[in-house]
Nanobody, 124 residues
Framework: QVQLAESGGGLVQAGGSQRLSCAASGRTDNNYVMGWFRQAPGREREFVAGMSRSGLSTYYADAVTGRFTISRDNSKNTLYLQMNSLKPEDTAVYYC?????????????????WGQGTQVTVSS
């Protein structure tokens, strides 16, 4: 199983940018669909973005489309989430996740491995 560790969270002003990273270790054979999720206080964990094994296909939640970009560097076993034009409602703990499937899925239960999460706080 792959182990995941997020980094790059912190405090940012509304309208600013931030990039999250997710380093994979263990069984990093790159046969994983990768995703980013987030969870705000009092809310369920929700899908943010996902990427196919090859990196050629990406999917985004409506709330972040046009502002966030998911990418991966398989040579470094690292997944990224570039977040631009941040809003206070983007404040949450952000998690990266991996699944052994082929199709990018958007539900929590479809993912097998999770990182510990990194806090992103957007001030107004």
């Amino acid at each position: 199983q792959v182990q995941l560790a997020e980094s790059g969270g912190g405090l940012v002003q509304a309208g600013g940018s931030q990039r999250l990273s997710c380093a994979a270790s263990g069984r990093t054979d790159n046969n994983y669909v990768m995703g980013w999720f987030r969870q705000a206080p009092g809310r369920e964990r929700e899908f943010v973005a996902g990427m196919s094994r090859s990196g050629l296909s990406t999917y985004y939640a409506d709330a972040v489309t046009g502002r966030f970009t998911i990418s991966r560097d398989n040579s470094k076993n690292t997944l990224y989430l570039q977040m631009n034009s941040l809003k206070p409602e983007d404040t949450a703990v952000y998690y990266c996740a991996a699944q052994r499937g082929i199709v990018v899925r958007t539900t929590v239960d479809d993912y097998d491995s999770w990182g510990q999460g990194t806090q992103v706080t957007v001030s107004s």
